[in-house]
């Protein structure tokens, strides 16, 4: 006679889950100054929210712009995101 089929632990957060992990993005934009395009690049980042489960999109999108714009000396407006993966 065969046993119950034991079930393996997940490995993955369910949804509505808080996750207190690092996450990893890919970026790809471009940089406008004086109403020209002259820079495109990609760029990545080490993103952690400061509290588990205080994940802000905003806060994302601006330290991408803010770090692209740091290496082309530019100002962060001046970025536009035209890409952004989870990786």
């Known amino acids: 006679m065969r046993g119950k089929r034991q079930r393996r632990p997940r490995r993955y957060l ?33 993103y952690a929210p400061a509290e588990p489960g205080a994940f802000d999109p905003a806060e994302l999108l601006n330290r991408i712009r803010s770090q692209a714009a740091n290496e082309h000396g530019v100002e962060r407006d001046e970025v536009r995101v035209r890409n952004l993966s989870r990786l």
Do not use: C, N
């Open 14 to 46: 369910s949804r509505g889950t808080a996750m207190s992990a690092h996450y990893f993005y890919f970026a790809d934009y471009e940089i406008l100054v004086g109403g020209r395009f002259i820079v495109w690049g990609q760029t990545t980042l080490d």
